[in-house]
């Protein structure tokens, strides 16, 4: 079966280790951006040089029309989504709770939650058996941060990915009967731009100290569990959390 993945913000880090993954394992890929052209395009020149299909699209998930154009360009240039990996995410500057702005919260929930959602509701639409789809399986990416809490610092990116948990949770048993798994991964620190652009360049070095494993992830690590979950080796899983966080 032609295999398809929608991988949001698959320019860099976590998504962009993944999209080169699926396309070593034949998936042809989609990856969606915020802003970083040049990073998407280099992603999608990697994953054609593997032999596999590939686009790059400028799509805010936060902004339910640019989802549904990337779902359509989707279909139009590389045929109905088999995989969504709901990744674009943000964590906002730090703050604590009593000073949070606004604005920073907003945006963290359109983002990570209702991006999340939008474009799961696009997936469904083209995955559901009860639509003439043929099934297909989302991978949520929450964190750690969902079960720390993030005293002090990220409370409200903590509580955004306790709500992609709770999706993942509610959705799971809502479309298993339409041939779709959905799982998350909690994933642990890993080495990304996200620090440094969030303002906390030193988390993963500290994060390293505290880990049973002694370091941060890497971008693979994420995508390894991310492929496993979406393959047919895992068919019977469905509504999991899988923790990918190095023993924290
Ligand atoms: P990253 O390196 O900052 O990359 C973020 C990606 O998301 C980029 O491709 C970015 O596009 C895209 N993006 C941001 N806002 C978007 C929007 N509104 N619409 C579409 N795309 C958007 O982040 P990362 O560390 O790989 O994180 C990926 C996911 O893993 C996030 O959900 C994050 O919360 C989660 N996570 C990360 C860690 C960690 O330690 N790194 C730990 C746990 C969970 P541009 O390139 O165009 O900016």
Redesign the pocket.
């Known amino acids: 079966m032609k295999r398809t993945a929608i991988i ?9 280790a993944t999209a080169r993954l699926a396309a070593r394992e034949g998936y042809d890929v989609c ?7 040049v ?2 395009k280099s992603v999608v020149d990697d994953c054609r040089a593997i032999g596999v299909n590939a686009i790059h699209v ?5 902004d339910p029309a640019q989802v549904r154009d990337l779902f359509s360009r989707c279909d139009e240039e590389l045929g109905g989504v088999t995989l969504l990996v ?6 906002g500057q730090a703050s604590r709770l009593a000073e949070l702005g606004d604005d920073v919260l907003k945006r963290t929930f ?3 939650v209702f ?1 999340s959602i939008y474009c799961s509701q696009e997936a469904i639409a083209r995955m559901a058996k009860s639509a003439g789809g043929a099934g297909g399986s989302i991978v949520n ?5 969902a079960t720390l809490g993030s005293p002090g610092e990220y409370i409200h ?1 903590a509580s955004s ?1 306790g709500a992609v948990e709770t999706l993942t949770i509610g959705l799971a048993k809502e479309v298993g009967a339409e041939g779709i798994r959905v799982n998350a991964i ?10 440094a ?1 969030s303002g906390n360049p030193d ?2 070095a500290a994060y390293a100290k505290a880990a049973p494993l002694g370091r ?2 890497k ?1 693979d690590d ?1 995508a390894e569990a991310v492929v496993w979950l979406a393959s047919d080796k895992a068919s019977f899983t469905t509504g999991a959390v899988l923790s990918v966080a190095g023993g924290v």
Do not use: C, E, L, M
């Open positions: 949001t913000g698959g320019s860099r880090g976590i998504g962009a990856i969606s951006y915020a802003s970083d052209q990073a998407a400028q799509a805010d998930v936060a709901n990744n674009a995410g943000i964590i359109a983002v990570n991006g990416i929450s964190s750690i941060a990116y990915k909690r994933a642990g620190t890993t080495d990304t731009d996200i620090h652009t988390r993963p941060v992830g971008p994420i």
